[in-house]
């Protein structure tokens, strides 16, 4: 891993568009979180079961930890994205394909980021809903669509990497 190339690599318009998306995203959630706080009851959801129910409840401050965590997720895997040389690939590095494989790579982490931050709004927004009595949870189709928003461009960008050129 010591001997992989370590290339400074210029954004597209795709990158682009997921990382500014990703601030977006970012602030409109943390926008939302707080524009809702002083209207929330006292207790609200603090978790969810698999079909999408509200199975345990806290104050209302709890609310803060899902724009919290999305921030930090968001933000540290912005950093590690600086960084390609250092994640693992399925294939050696070299000269030759660093550039492919790099590319592919930063671009997965940044889709990624983008959904974590779209998955911890939607709870976000559930939550305000759930608190106010105008929903009743997350609902059955939460979680499968959270599944395939990461697993199925999660699995094309891995079959694309084993894909690449050596």
Same mark, same amino acid.
């Given at each position: 891993? /010591? ?30 979180t ?46 590690? /994205? ?46 305000? /809903? ?16 959270t ?20």
């Open positions: 891993m /010591n001997k992989r190339p370590r290339l400074k690599l210029e954004f597209s318009a795709t990158d682009k568009l997921f990382e500014i998306g990703g601030w977006v995203l970012i602030s409109i959630v943390w926008v939302l707080l524009a809702y706080y002083p209207n929330l009851p006292d207790t609200i959801p603090t978790h969810y079961n698999g079909a999408g129910q509200a199975d345990r409840f806290g104050g209302k401050a709890t609310i803060l930890t899902l724009p919290l965590i999305a921030s930090i997720l968001f933000i540290a895997l912005t950093v590690l /994205n600086r960084f390609p040389h250092v994640f693992n690939y399925p294939t050696s590095i070299t000269q030759e394909n660093a550039f492919k494989h790099y590319t592919n790579a930063t671009r997965m982490l940044r889709y990624l980021k983008l959904i974590i931050v779209f998955i911890f709004g939607l709870i976000t927004f559930k939550t305000i /809903n759930y608190a106010n009595s105008e929903e009743d949870g997350l609902g059955v189709w939460f979680l499968p669509l599944m395939g928003l990461i697993f199925i461009p999660l699995i094309y960008f891995l079959i694309k990497s084993f894909n690449l050129k050596q």
